[in-house]
């Protein structure tokens, strides 16, 4: 089967994860997609594919004849898509594409556009899966996982591609941030790897930003409007007023290559009370402690202003750059750079402006740098995947698994 096929099955789950959720998964929908994969794998051979109990799917593939002392690796997607856009009722299709924009639902006048998205000048004479505009495609991380499992049907298959020890994790909650919160290492029998979540063919990942997460409590004073003089503290404006105290152009729209960011996630406000939640992010670690710490000053700043009650912050830290452990096995690095070379494309290095399960798993004894799928536009309804192209990732899979070898 080929990947495209595969994806094509896989999007039709509705795996999407949820920021606020009291269960793990955080959406049980994610273990359909789950008890599927483990059948898959048991269909192309994988025997010991299982699920456990806490949603994440784990199969290995044997070491080819004499290989078995070699040390093996492991390859992990994510099974959840983002909350950021629904996957529900994923409809997709595949367009030839010959330049230009893609028209992905003339209805409502949803047009993926050239001018927004130049990247699709890559794909011109390539078939693209895309939407019809109503959703999310899931290609994050779904082509990964179709990518893997095409890898390994094909390792099963033909016995004269020689290769180590290949263990597959598929974990869920990703996107939310809790992709490995309860991965069993334990069943984990390899010391490295590879996530299979990046993006265009050509780009190698292995540093992740440092991330962090604001929240900010602000309590206000409702009094009648009509009589509020010097009594009122509106907690609406005290939110504005707070987030107006950070550096404005250092925020996900006005940012890019290693540029960190503000980001203001959400509001939740009344006069009585605001909530403001913020993701920090930077690739340097001290620049995001410095960035929690300007958080902090502005909350001083406003309990100064309006009473030393007024504010209450909250920061957790989410992860860390994954490149500070990678370093240590610059065979990772080496290795994906030749197996991208050996299908005649030019690696391009590129830090990952945002976080894999391998920013965790790094400092969990798993060092994980990241390899592309293909996908573009990820969290979009504009989201889109070249067939061509999630067949180059896999033969990139194949040429690793032959130079790991």
Same mark, same amino acid.
């Given at each position: 089967?080929?990947?495209? $096929? ?30 599927? @994969?483990?059948?898959?794998?048991? $269909?192309?051979?994988?025997? =010991? ?18 290989? *078995? !002392? ?18 529900? #009722? ?16 003339? +209805? ?5 556009? @050239? ?5 699709? +000048? ?41 290769? /180590? ?8 909650? *990703? ?21 299979? =979540? ?42 504005? $007023?707070?987030?107006?105290?950070? /550096? ?7 940012? +890019? ?12 406000? #009344? ?12 690739? =340097? ?31 957790? !830290?989410?992860?860390? #750059?994954?490149? +500070? ?10 290795? &994906? ?13 590129? &830090? ?24 573009? #536009? ?28």
């Amino acid at each position: 089967m080929k990947p495209f $096929e595969r994806l094509l099955k896989y999007v039709t789950f509705d795996t999407e994860s949820q920021t606020n959720s009291t269960t793990f998964p955080s959406t049980l929908k994610q273990l359909e997609l789950a008890k599927y @994969l483990v059948t898959e794998m048991k $269909e192309i051979g994988i025997d =010991d594919a299982f699920l456990d109990d806490n949603g994440y799917v784990y199969g290995t593939i044997n070491p080819s004849t004499g290989l *078995e !002392e070699k040390p093996g690796f492991a390859l992990i997607a994510h099974m959840d898509t983002s909350p950021d856009v629904t996957g529900k #009722n994923v409809k997709p299709h595949i367009v030839h594409y010959n330049g230009g924009d893609i028209i992905l639902n003339e +209805e409502k006048n949803i047009v993926t556009k @050239l001018s927004d998205f130049p990247d699709l +000048e890559k794909h011109i004479n390539q078939h693209i899966i895309v939407t019809d505009g109503n959703t999310l495609l899931g290609a994050d991380d779904k082509a990964g996982i179709a990518e893997i499992m095409t890898m390994a049907e094909t390792l099963i298959n033909d016995k004269s591609r020689k290769h /180590p020890l290949i263990q597959i994790v598929f974990t869920p909650d *990703e996107e939310v941030g809790h992709g490995v919160d309860k991965i069993d290492m334990n069943k984990i029998k390899v010391n490295k790897g590879y996530t299979v =979540d990046g993006g265009y063919i050509s780009i190698f990942q292995y540093e992740t930003f440092n991330g962090s997460t604001a929240t900010i409590k602000i309590k206000g004073r409702s009094v009648h409007p009509g009589y509020s003089k010097w009594k009122m503290k509106n907690a609406c404006l005290i939110a504005n $007023e707070f987030n107006s105290l950070l /550096p404005q152009h250092e925020i996900p729209a006005t940012t +890019e290559n290693r540029e960190g960011f503000y980001h203001l996630m959400s509001i939740n406000a #009344n006069v009585e009370e605001a909530t403001l939640k913020y993701i920090l992010r930077d690739h =340097d670690y001290k620049k995001l402690l410095q960035r929690e710490e300007m958080i902090k000053k502005a909350a001083t700043f406003i309990c100064d202003k309006y009473g030393q009650d007024t504010v209450k912050v909250e920061i957790e !830290e989410g992860y860390r #750059n994954m490149g +500070e452990e990678v370093i240590k096995h610059p065979e990772l690095i080496d290795s &994906a750079l030749e197996a991208i070379r050996s299908i005649g494309i030019e690696p391009q290095i590129e &830090a990952v402006r945002g976080g894999t399960d391998g920013s965790r798993l790094s400092f969990m004894g798993l060092a994980c740098p990241n390899l592309p799928t293909g996908c573009q #536009n990820g969290h979009s309804r504009h989201e889109y995947i070249s067939v061509e192209d999630m067949d180059k990732c896999t033969e990139i899979l194949l040429k690793l698994s032959s130079i790991m070898a």
